[in-house]
Structure formats: structure tokens, C-alpha cells
């Protein structure tokens, strides 16, 4: 089955800073999503970004179908932004199932 | 903005019990997921539901497991005879046909 894979696995920044994580994947996709997993465990929809680019406010992610990754940008950190990033994608299937990465756990320090 | 909601969001049994977790997709939400994240661990993919039947389901979902649509607005995963390992967090979702909207979960714990 389709391998995703997250990096960096942890990301500690001070406040205002920017930062990039990245989402690999092994196959061609119909569906990539980034989530926000916040510290009361919700997830939090941030994209639905198959491909190409989106930006919401401080967030923006882009996706290259392609070449089988997908970038999540965050700029200007909050202490608010803090908790874990997961990359999920959708194989090619009728069923719309997601598969996970293992997240990247973000802290930002005041 | 529609959401999916679950109840309960944190509920503790004994090993042993039977637990319903129940979920209300998004109203015009076609496809239906059951995902479970393990403490500290990633999500994983459960079941999928479409037209009343499963569509697809992972190997953890073995006999233990069963989902319904009971009516026209639930969504329910059975857990039979729960185990210590049983014990997550269980995130229902729903799709209109690609992108899925996840419910805020339920804390299952098992004693």
C-alpha cells in the first residue's frame, strides 16, 4: 500500500517564526489533506490539496502530484499553532479511505 | 458551517463490555469512515461505508468490529467484548466524494 512519510518529526520555533513540513508519498493520489491536531486531540481540516496551491491566512500548502509530495508553509508561528501536522492521502480507489503519516509535532515557544 | 459530530467524547468501560460509539455526518454526506488513533501514534484507517454496506475495511477491523446506519443521520461502530488495546481515540468521518470532514472523536478507555 501507499507509504507516507512526514518530515521533520518534531519542530520547536520561537514565536514569529517561519516553517515548512513536508509529506512524501509512494504513489499517485486523488485526494491529500493536511489536519491540525490540536492538545484536546480534534482534528482540524487546514487544506484539501490534491494538487497545486492554496493559501489560508498564515497557512498555505502546495502540492506536486508528479513528484509525490506536498509542502505545508507556516509563517509568522503562534503559540496557538502548536500541537501535531498530519499529511493524509487518498488512493486511487472508490472507497475514499485516507492513509496517515506519523504527523510532525510542532511546539512554538513564546 | 455543517460538522460532524460524535458522542460521547470520552467514555471509560470495563474489558469485557460492549461500547457504541455514534457519530451524525455531514447531512448530504454520502461515504462514511471509522478511523482510530492509538495515544501517541498515528491515525489509522478502520472501515469505509457506502450505501448501506462496507466498502472497504482495514485488518484491525476484525469480528470484534460492526458499523450501522441505523437511521438516516447515524452512524454507529460496535465494539463487542472490549480489550485493553481497545482503548483510543476514534474519529468518525464523513465525504461528499473526495475530501473527508472528521468528527472532534471520542476517548475510549478501557479498564
Known amino acids: 500500500g501507499i507509504q507516507v512519510e512526514q518530515s521533520p518529526p518534531d519542530l520547536i520555533l520561537q514565536e514569529g517564526a517561519n516553517s515548512t513540513l513536508r509529506c512524501n508519498f509512494s504513489?499517485?493520489?486523488?485526494?491529500l489533506q493536511w489536519f491540525h491536531q490540536n492538545p484536546w486531540g480534534q482534528l482540524i481540516n487546514l487544506f484539501y490539496?490534491?494538487?497545486g496551491t492554496k493559501q489560508n491566512g498564515r497557512l498555505s500548502a502546495t502540492t506536486v502530484a508528479t513528484e509525490r509530495y506536498s509542502l505545508l508553509y507556516i509563517s509568522s508561528s503562534q503559540t496557538t499553532d502548536s500541537g501535531v501536522y498530519f499529511c493524509?492521502?487518498?488512493?486511487?480507489?472508490?472507497?475514499?479511505?485516507?492513509?496517515f503519516g506519523q504527523g510532525t509535532t510542532l511546539q512554538v515557544k513564546p | 458551517e455543517p460538522e460532524v459530530t460524535q458522542t460521547p467524547s470520552h467514555q471509560v468501560t470495563q474489558m469485557g463490555q460492549e461500547v457504541i460509539l455514534r457519530c451524525v455526518p455531514i447531512?448530504?454526506?454520502?461515504?462514511f469512515y471509522w478511523y482510530r488513533q492509538i495515544l501517541g501514534q498515528k491515525v489509522e484507517f478502520l472501515v469505509s461505508?457506502?450505501?448501506?454496506?462496507?466498502?472497504?475495511k482495514s485488518e484491525i477491523f476484525d469480528d470484534q468490529f460492526s458499523v450501522e446506519r441505523p437511521d438516516g443521520s447515524n452512524f454507529t461502530l460496535k465494539i463487542r467484548s472490549t480489550k485493553l488495546e481497545d482503548s483510543a481515540m476514534y474519529f468518525c468521518?464523513?465525504?461528499?466524494?473526495?475530501?473527508?470532514?472528521f468528527g472532534q472523536g471520542t476517548r475510549l478507555t478501557v479498564v
Open positions: 493524509a492521502v487518498g488512493p486511487w480507489s472508490n472507497t475514499g479511505k485516507l492513509i
Open positions: 447531512s448530504n454526506h454520502l461515504y
Open positions: 468521518a464523513s465525504s461528499a466524494g473526495v475530501e473527508a470532514f
Open positions: 504513489d499517485s493520489v486523488n485526494n
Open positions: 461505508f457506502y450505501n448501506n454496506e462496507i466498502s472497504e
Open positions: 490539496i490534491p494538487s
